[in-house]
T-cell receptor, first 117, second 113 residues
Framework: GAVVSQHPSRVICKSGTSVKIECRSLDFQATTMFWYRQFPKKSLMLMATSNEGSKATYEQGVEKDKFLINHASLTLSTLTVTSAHPEDSSFYIC?????????????FGPGTRLTVL | GDSVTQMEGPVTLSEEAFLTINCTYTATGYPSLFWYVQYPGEGLQLLLKATKADDKGSNKGFEATYRKETTSFHLEKGSVQVSDSAVYFCALSRYSSASKIIFGSGTRLSIRP
């Protein structure tokens, strides 16, 4: 299957700072990327969907000014958690989907553990 | 809205035991149904899928049948191995796995040698 990477895998930051997480599709062009948040022992909750070159579509209850998503190319999307607070601590997972053949499904990254002190 | 409910874990079995992880869904229309698996330290992987009623998805010895009448998609395997230890997520999408997916809460499976 296709490979999706995330960087960093783990980040610890102070309250009030901003953190950027990168999601890359390594061997295919991702027309759509998704960002999820996973709480301990809970399901993945979709935060937003982004299509290359256009603004992200956020799920209800997700603050778009808090979680900035950029999908500037067909292989890279970034999630920036602005002015992070301890309640933003979570496991963030991205996925990427192409449109043709074997890439017409979501391929998931390994996730990024964010801890805000 | 659409939702997925799956049995809570953790589930602990001995090697070669029979596995069932229950999953039911609520959705209008005819969603596509999926099982994803998350091995330790790795991203979610699509295990199997079914796109219409009575379809059976299968992969790596796992099976699940799309039951419209009971709105269920239970995961089964006849003989589990230690390497099957992982977290399993039942999920649905209105269209395909390339579009918005709604996940269940996940079931952690541990297999004893």
């Amino acid at each position: 299957g296709a490979v999706v990477s995330q960087h960093p895998s783990r980040v610890i930051c102070k309250s009030g700072t901003s953190v950027k997480i990168e999601c890359r599709s390594l061997d295919f062009q991702a027309t759509t990327m998704f960002w999820y948040r996973q709480f301990p022992k809970k399901s993945l909750m979709l935060m937003a969907t982004s299509n290359e070159g256009s603004k992200a579509t956020y799920e209800q209850g997700v603050e778009k000014d808090k979680f900035l998503i950029n999908h500037a190319s067909l292989t890279l999307s970034t999630l920036t958690v602005t002015s992070a607070h301890p309640e933003d601590s979570s496991f963030y997972i991205c996925s990427a989907a192409g449109t043709s053949g074997n890439y017409n499904e979501q391929f998931f990254g390994p996730g990024t553990r964010l801890t805000v002190l | 809205g659409d939702s997925v409910t799956q049995m809570e874990g953790p589930v602990t079995l001995s090697e070669e035991a029979f596995l069932t992880i229950n999953c039911t869904y609520t959705a209008t229309g005819y969603p596509s149904l999926f099982w994803y698996v998350q091995y330790p330290g790795e991203g979610l992987q699509l295990l199997l899928k079914a796109t219409k009623a009575d379809d059976k998805g299968s992969n790596k010895g796992f099976e699940a049948t799309y039951r419209k009448e009971t709105t269920s998609f239970h995961l089964e395997k006849g003989s589990v191995q230690v390497s099957d230890s992982a977290v399993y997520f039942c999920a649905l999408s209105r269209y395909s796995s390339a579009s918005k997916i709604i996940f269940g809460s996940g079931t952690r499976l541990s297999i004893r040698p």
